[in-house]
């Protein structure tokens, strides 16, 4: 695994526990006070038990699991030119905003994720300060887009294990991304343009068997 995409969880304990503890004493922090020492949050993080890959994300999504929650952290910019297939959108400088609140519902499981994963850390450990379970995925949007969306053949040298990884990937790539790559936002919007091209209807029968 390219471990270049993913985010430094070791690197950012310290201000993510400060955050969490900032949280408690902050209005924003009612909701439920404080439950979790900094040493429960450290070992959670260590542990990558709040870590959810993009396999099982994909796996979750096809199976249609009725509680999935998946939250774009990102800018509602961003969010508009692509988005993991029924993410809600809450950007991390909205995440305590009422309707945000709301929509993070404690009988939902609550995925988190953002371009790499720093904001959807830090969300997590905030989130968990509150009471309000969370999940991060893994490498964030840039694995989904690589693992997912554009999935790479393994070597013939690989596990047994890999190679099952990698059909899946390749299935899961059909079924988000018909023709396994990832499809631009812009590339939908330039569609309808196609028909305003005036051609003779034998032409176009032509130009559609040569494709």
Request: aromatic share 8%.
């Amino acid at each position: 695994m390219n471990w270049r995409i993913l985010f430094d969880r070791r690197f950012g304990v310290a201000l993510l526990i400060l955050l969490g503890a900032l949280l408690a004493l902050s209005p924003a922090g009612t909701r439920q006070a404080a439950t979790f020492s900094p040493q429960a949050l450290a070992e959670a993080i260590n542990n990558e038990s709040d870590h959810l890959t993009a396999e099982e994300l994909a796996k979750w999504l096809i199976d249609k699991k009725p509680d999935l929650l998946v939250v774009d952290m990102r800018s509602a910019e961003e969010f508009a030119q692509y988005h993991i297939p029924g993410a809600v959108n809450i950007p991390f400088n909205k995440l305590f905003e009422p309707e945000a609140q709301e929509a993070l519902s404690d009988d939902k499981t609550i995925v988190l994720y953002s371009n790499g994963g720093t904001h959807a850390a830090q969300a997590w450990v905030l989130l968990k300060q509150m009471g309000v379970e969370s999940l991060v995925l893994l490498g964030g949007l840039n694995y989904w887009t690589e693992a997912i969306l554009n999935p790479k053949a393994p070597n013939e040298l690989v596990a047994d294990s890999e190679i099952l990884k990698y059909q899946f990937q390749k299935s899961a790539s059909g079924y988000f991304a018909p023709g396994g790559a990832i499809a631009a936002p812009a590339d939908s919007t330039t569609a309808p343009a196609k028909p305003k091209v005036q051609i003779d209807p034998k032409q176009k029968k032509k130009a559609r068997a040569g494709c």
